[in-house]
């Protein structure tokens, strides 16, 4: 996958020491090589919002395309933990398919759901303060995926769990599940299963999601790329 706009701002300061605004803004510029100041702390920062926004969006993308989760063992989503005892149970009675078709819809689903994360990073960014956007970029690797962690995941899960249900109901994964353990249950001697599938799927989809943007935002951190607006250009042109 290319490199993203993500975090841009991250990839040139890694190196300074600490210090206050100010200063982060004169050590700024000067490690671009500017002969006078070209833009104000506000413009700094607008830049490092700028940023962020493209680069979740283009994560979001990445996952919610055919395949997003499915086809990356990264992020595929399993069967659920306390329900491993029942793909075990129905691969040994010869309904691998059917397992596979319930594991791949699941995926689909979340696949189908992610783009509702868009809206909601989009509002957590453009509402950062001038000090937690200083605070992303003086702090760790992962800094800009925690922030957004902290301030989003309680969003992510009221706005993706209802477009999860639907998804499921509408590649069938519903269904599918619903035969599996319906099949699974009448096994004798068996403890009966019956997990919140429309949960586990959207926990696993958020999850799914912070591990694209952490890795974007370490690959950001060591790989600067092409300044692609004007604010940009203006705050890290060289």
Do not use: H
Request: net charge positive; charged share 25%; proline share 5%.
């Amino acid at each position: 996958m290319k490199s993203k706009s993500y975090l841009i701002v991250l990839s040139f300061l890694l190196f300074l020491p600490s210090c206050s605004n100010a200063q982060f803004l004169k050590k700024a510029q000067k490690s671009l090589g500017l002969s006078s100041p070209g833009f104000s702390e506000s413009e700094a920062v607008q830049g490092i919002k700028e940023a962020l926004v493209k680069g979740t969006g283009e994560s979001v993308n990445f996952v919610s395309v055919v395949d997003g989760y499915f086809g990356n063992p990264e992020i595929k989503i399993p069967f659920p933990e306390d329900a491993k005892m029942v793909e075990s149970k129905l691969r040994a009675i010869g309904m691998g398919k059917q397992v596979d078709e319930a594991i791949l819809s699941i995926n689909r689903a979340a696949e189908d759901a992610a783009v509702q994360a868009k809206p909601i990073f989009v509002n957590a960014i453009t509402s950062m303060s001038i000090s937690d956007a200083i605070g992303i970029v003086k702090g760790p690797d992962d800094a800009a995926t925690s922030y957004l962690r902290n301030t989003t995941s309680p969003d992510l899960r009221l706005k993706f769990k209802p477009e999860i249900q639907k998804s499921l109901d509408k590649v069938q994964a519903t269904k599918y599940w619903k035969d599996l353990i319906t099949t699974y249950n009448k096994i004798p001697l068996v403890q009966k299963v019956n997990p919140d599938l429309a949960a586990y799927v959207t926990d696993k989809a958020i999850m799914g999601l912070f591990v694209m943007i952490s890795k974007e935002e370490k690959k950001i951190r060591k790989d600067p790329v092409a300044r692609t607006s004007e604010i940009l250009k203006k705050v890290f042109g060289s």
